[in-house]
């Protein structure tokens, strides 16, 4: 009896030393996981990237962003090497901040992306785009 008795001790601490390893790693794989996609909130008015270039001197991407409507925009724009992204794919950004927007003329900004590999083709796209009431200047209203 006295040896079932120690297989059973043993048998519980390969348990115990089992959980103390691999809990933590399986709540650490749990928590890691990929959020959920949200949908990119947008400005009122408009925001589009304009054109999708390679620097030839520094080989980075540049993207033309721009703005109407009235305010000031931060834009986030993305990089990438295909318009459709496959699951789990995370692209460049860059963010580009458009001030005094207004109604009667569009604003213009350059979004410099990351150094592109050669022979790829880029894809420039607004990820996100928020916008600010801009503030009167004391004195001119």
């Known amino acids: ?11 519980g601490l390969l348990v ?3 959980l103390l390893v691999f809990a933590p790693l399986g709540l650490y794989v749990w928590a890691s996981g990929e959020p959920a996609p949200q949908a990119p909130a947008t400005a009122a008015g408009s925001v589009r990237v304009t054109g999708c270039r390679i620097d030839p001197a520094s080989r980075r991407v540049v993207a033309g962003v721009e703005a109407t409507g009235q305010g000031s925009y931060v834009v ?5 090497d295909q318009a459709d992204p ?3 794919v995370r692209s460049a950004q860059a963010l580009v901040k458009i001030p005094g927007v207004t109604p009667a ?5 350059e979004a410099i992306g ?14 996100q785009s928020t916008r600010t009431e801009d503030e009167p200047v004391p004195g001119t209203g």
């Open 86 to 88: 496959g699951p789990g």
């Open 114 to 127: 990351p150094v592109w590999p050669p022979a790829t083709i880029p894809w420039c796209g607004v990820a």
């Open 76 to 80: 986030t724009v993305e990089f990438r």
């Open 1 to 11: 009896m006295s040896a079932l008795k120690w297989q059973g001790w043993l048998v």
């Open 16 to 18: 115990l030393a089992g």
């Open 105 to 109: 003329t569009p604003e213009r900004a």
